[in-house]
């Protein structure tokens, strides 16, 4: 069986992945253990006050901390997730959230997930952790679970 490359298991993933491709995430960059995406806040992902809701800057780092875990090879399942929200985000934004690898062992991951604004300000911090399961991202995705 034929392993994946990081990015063949990122594009794997998201083109099954409407919700990331809803919010109109770009690929900058993507390496075992690490994963960086770009998206611009647009009006309907903004709440009641007029800001980006707190959804839209924790789904973009979810989907950075899913590219990075699971650029291993090996497929990785969410077990918990934290953010906190640091500057409000507004219609225009440019957001990038880059996912780095903190610690990695055979069946827990652990990863850091830093959202900046188009300005390098930090507009949330995210963490989270992964179950890898045994399974590996393969070439032809009816291999996946062998």
Known sequence: MTLMTPIDILNRMLSNDLFSQ???????????????????????MTNGFGVAHGGITFSLADSAFAFASNSRGQHAVSIETSIAHTVPVFPGDVLTATATEDHRSQRLGRYTVRVLNQNNKTVALFHGTVFIKPDAWALDPAQDNQ
């Open 22 to 44: 809803w919010l109109g995430v770009e690929c900058l960059s993507v390496s075992e253990g690490a994963c960086t995406l770009r998206a611009t806040v647009r009006p309907e």
